[in-house]
């Protein structure tokens, strides 16, 4: 068996894609190390919205190639939002990395090392689907009580800060029977609170279920006591979803509403399509429907 090892960065949805790729590779023979030194297969899991965590990307791409130094099969790979925004960059200069994946690859990483063994030429897979959702893959997770489960990828919001969309492409929504089948297997090893995750839950749809009616179908699953959600956006907060969190003792009087700015004008070059007072509005109006929600948000300043 190769050893993997891969580390992550960014946001929950790059923690629960983690967890995918670890089940791909398991199901492909591959076994995982602990540590970088015990590894012939380093993939870094990366973030393009958050600086900090590019620039740390690019430092470890340099401590790695001091172990190829010692290790010349060493199989280096970027994978994720990154890959997918920074492709030309990663492939044409000289920073030692084999394989590049975009978000909606990663059931190719089996067949694109076997090729890299074979040639020892480059690999990259960058194309973004329509339709993935990897719904026929239950992602390998350490043992504990608490799990995100994605339930659509992409996002059609297009704010101007954003390369979501340019990086895991257009909305597409998880059928919730298979939701509600890898949360039942999550309650049967011991999970007791999941995290249900999109770029805009809002927007999730399938055929005639929306979101709440998912978390309501998610909150009927024995041995699951509570259930959160990231990230809702302002401008399209349905009441049903308000009513949901009021009403189903299960669901966590907590709601992640992203303001990013209180300014109107900067609201609108940020393409947000809400003003401040209709966001006040709405936080009222949660407060006057659940008088002990917590809230909290994200201002970028």
Same mark, same amino acid.
């Given at each position: 068996?190769?050893?993997v090892?891969?580390?992550?960065?960014?946001c929950?949805?790059?923690?629960?894609?983690?967890?995918?790729?670890?089940?791909?590779?398991?199901?492909?023979?591959?076994d995982f190390a602990?540590r970088?030194?015990q590894?012939?297969i380093?993939?870094?899991?990366?973030?393009?919205?958050r600086?900090?965590a590019?620039?740390k990307?690019?430092?470890r791409?340099?401590?790695?190639r001091?172990?190829?130094?010692?290790?010349?099969?060493l199989v280096?790979?970027?994978?994720?939002?990154?890959?997918?925004?920074?492709?030309?960059?990663?492939?044409?200069?000289?920073?030692?990395?084999d394989?590049?994946?975009?978000?909606?690859?990663?059931?190719?990483l089996?067949?694109?090392?076997?090729?890299i063994h074979?040639?020892?030429?480059k690999?990259?897979?960058?194309?973004l689907?329509?339709?993935?959702?990897?719904?026929?893959?239950?992602?390998?997770?350490e043992?504990?009580i608490?799990?995100?489960?994605?339930?659509?990828?992409?996002?059609?919001?297009f &704010?101007?800060?954003?390369?979501? =969309?340019?990086?895991? @492409?257009?909305? *597409?929504s998880? $059928?919730?029977? %298979?939701?509600v089948e890898?949360v039942e297997?999550?309650?049967a090893?011991g999970?007791?609170?999941?995290?249900?995750?999109?770029?805009?839950?809002?927007?999730?749809?399938?055929?005639p279920?929306?979101?709440?009616?998912?978390i309501s179908?998610v909150?009927?699953?024995?041995?699951?006591?509570?259930?959160?959600?990231?990230?809702?956006?302002?401008?399209?907060?349905?009441l049903k979803?308000?009513?949901?969190?009021?009403?189903?003792?299960?669901? &966590?009087r907590q709601?992640?509403l =992203?303001?990013q700015? @209180?300014?109107? *004008?900067?609201? $609108?070059m940020? %393409?947000?399509t809400?003003?401040?007072?209709?966001?006040?509005?709405?936080?009222e109006f949660m407060?006057?429907?659940?008088?002990?929600?917590?809230l909290?948000t994200?201002?970028?300043?």
């Amino acid at each position: 068996m190769s050893k993997v090892y891969i580390e992550t960065y960014g946001c929950q949805m790059n923690e629960y894609d983690t967890e995918l790729v670890k089940t791909i590779l398991k199901k492909n023979n591959y076994d995982f190390a602990e540590r970088p030194e015990q590894a012939e297969i380093i993939f870094l899991n990366t973030c393009s919205v958050r600086e900090n965590a590019h620039d740390k990307v690019n430092q470890r791409l340099s401590v790695f190639r001091q172990l190829r130094k010692e290790n010349k099969n060493l199989v280096m790979g970027v994978l994720g939002c990154m890959a997918q925004n920074l492709r030309k960059e990663l492939l044409e200069k000289q920073v030692g990395v084999d394989i590049v994946a975009g978000p909606d690859s990663y059931k190719n990483l089996p067949e694109m090392l076997s090729r890299i063994h074979e040639t020892g030429e480059k690999e990259f897979f960058l194309t973004l689907s329509e339709f993935e959702t990897y719904s026929d893959v239950f992602p390998t997770r350490e043992s504990g009580i608490t799990a995100w489960v994605a339930v659509m990828r992409g996002c059609d919001n297009f &704010c101007t800060f954003c390369v979501v =969309p340019y990086t895991r @492409g257009r909305e *597409r929504s998880r $059928d919730p029977l %298979n939701i509600v089948e890898e949360v039942e297997r999550l309650a049967a090893d011991g999970v007791k609170q999941v995290t249900l995750l999109g770029q805009n839950v809002n927007s999730y749809q399938f055929e005639p279920y929306d979101f709440a009616d998912l978390i309501s179908m998610v909150s009927e699953i024995a041995g699951i006591e509570r259930i959160r959600f990231t990230s809702p956006h302002p401008k399209d907060f349905p009441l049903k979803l308000i009513d949901v969190v009021a009403n189903n003792e299960k669901v &966590c009087r907590q709601i992640h509403l =992203p303001l990013q700015s @209180g300014n109107d *004008r900067i609201l $609108d070059m940020m %393409n947000r399509t809400y003003t401040q007072k209709e966001f006040l509005d709405l936080v009222e109006f949660m407060r006057k429907k659940i008088p002990d929600l917590g809230l909290t948000t994200d201002v970028i300043v």
